[in-house]
Structure formats: structure tokens, C-alpha cells
């Protein structure tokens, strides 16, 4: 059974271009977590999505950020017009539907914008 | 999610147990316990998580204050591969909410293990 698996696993923008980021969560999972980490900061919530809906998008910034998780294939971060502000590791997680199981992350994409 | 406090960082030597201590004086009846490690330059890793009673697992045991505003992570044997950031989260099950997915972490302890 396969991980969280998150690519690319680096991915170099210029500013203004735009970043997609994909993750593939385990099999039989339907819940999909995204987390940013800006160097030496902690872990700070984006956004939950379940199977075409977006349950809690309270962490993501207003404008350039969005997220989906189709009913096939991966969840996409997309980040448009990208500044140098977005370079960071951008993690995925997910879970079963149950709201206690454990959140399994991939290993991230790191992000940098030059 | 309720707010926890831990030390910002421990040393341990090889094979010594370690116990990382982090209080949840505003911990509700819904919160479990969450225990979550991030070695370097990965995504975070589960370790172990609880309600009330203490809990074991194959990499750590997790010991619950009686009162539930604290607990410890307990780390049998370090070795050098337990050298990583360790988060304590609160994570409320309360179905009815959206916001009970998610995890929330704070700063964490960095804990340094030492041949």
C-alpha cells in the first residue's frame, strides 16, 4: 500500500508564473489535508478537502490560492502569480472519513521562487 | 483546537529513555491527544495518540495525566533516529464541527539525541 505521494518534489517557479502542486493520497482515503511551511516555522493548516468538496479552507490566503480534490485522480494546489513569499515546503495529508484517524503526510513539495 | 505548551528543546543520550512532557490546561472532554514527530526534511510522521488511559504502541508510549491537562511522550530507548521535532496537538472528534480534521501544530520540541 503507497503512501502519501506528493510531486514534484521540487519545483522552481520565476515570480509570476503559476505553481501546481499534486498529491495522491492513500488508497481508500477520501479526506485530503495541506499544510505550508515557511523556513524555520512550524506547520500551519491551508485547507481540508473531502471527494469534490472543500470542507474548511480557513488556513489558505484570499487571493492566488486554490485547492481541489476531484472526484478522479490527485489534489491539486494551485498557486497563481507566484512571489517570492510563497517559497516553502507545501505538505499533503490524508486520512480515512473517520475524524480520529491518524492524518498520513507525503513528503512534501518544496517550492522556490526566484 | 485547544492550545498546548511544550519545551522548545531536549537533549537525550543514545539508548536512554526520554520523556517529553506537554500541558493542555484547557483540554476539553472531546479532545484526544495527538503526537506527531517531523524528522528532518520530511513530512510528519503519527507517533501515538489517546483519551484518558495511558497508551502503548511499537515506537512510544503515551502517559495521560489524571486530570488530562498534561501528558508525556515516552521514548523507551532513543536512538539517533529519533532526533526530530515533536508535536503535541489537541484534535477535537466532535463530528458535528468542520474543523475536526484537521490537525493544528504548534512550535514543537526539538529533540536532540547524542551518541
Known amino acids: 500500500n503507497a503512501g502519501v505521494m506528493q510531486n514534484p518534489r521540487h519545483l522552481v517557479r520565476r515570480r509570476g508564473q503559476e505553481a501546481r502542486l499534486r498529491c495522491s493520497p492513500m488508497?481508500?482515503?477520501?479526506?485530503v489535508y495541506w499544510y505550508r511551511q515557511l523556513p524555520e516555522e512550524g506547520l500551519k493548516f491551508m485547507v481540508y478537502?473531502?471527494?469534490?468538496?472543500?470542507?474548511?479552507e480557513s488556513g489558505m490566503p484570499k487571493e492566488r490560492f486554490s485547492a481541489e480534490f476531484p472526484k478522479e485522480g490527485p489534489s491539486i494546489l494551485r498557486i497563481q502569480q507566484v512571489v517570492r513569499g510563497d517559497s516553502a515546503a507545501y505538505f499533503c495529508?490524508?486520512?480515512?472519513?473517520?475524524?480520529?484517524?491518524?492524518?498520513?503526510f507525503g513528503s512534501g513539495t518544496q517550492l522556490s521562487v526566484l | 483546537d485547544a492550545k498546548t505548551t511544550q519545551p522548545n528543546s531536549m537533549e537525550s543520550n543514545e539508548e536512554e529513555p526520554v520523556h517529553l512532557p506537554c500541558n493542555h490546561s484547557?483540554?476539553?472532554?472531546?479532545?484526544?491527544i495527538h503526537w506527531y514527530r517531523q524528522l528532518p526534511s520530511q513530512g510528519p510522521e503519527y507517533v501515538i495518540h489517546?483519551?484518558?488511559s495511558n497508551v502503548n504502541n511499537r515506537m512510544a508510549s503515551l502517559a495521560i495525566a489524571e486530570d488530562r491537562k498534561s501528558s508525556t511522550l515516552i521514548l523507551h530507548r532513543a536512538t539517533l533516529r529519533d532526533a526530530a521535532v515533536y508535536y503535541c496537538?489537541?484534535?477535537?472528534?466532535?463530528?458535528?464541527?468542520?474543523?475536526?480534521?484537521?490537525?493544528?501544530f504548534g512550535q514543537g520540541t526539538i529533540l536532540t539525541v547524542h551518541p
Open positions: 495529508a490524508s486520512s480515512p472519513p473517520h475524524p480520529n484517524e491518524k492524518l498520513f
Open positions: 488508497k481508500g482515503h477520501s479526506h
Open positions: 478537502l473531502q471527494k469534490e468538496n472543500i470542507i474548511d
Open positions: 484547557t483540554i476539553s472532554g472531546t479532545d484526544y
Open positions: 489517546g483519551l484518558t
Open positions: 496537538i489537541l484534535r477535537d472528534y466532535n463530528a458535528g464541527g468542520t474543523s475536526y480534521g484537521k490537525l493544528t
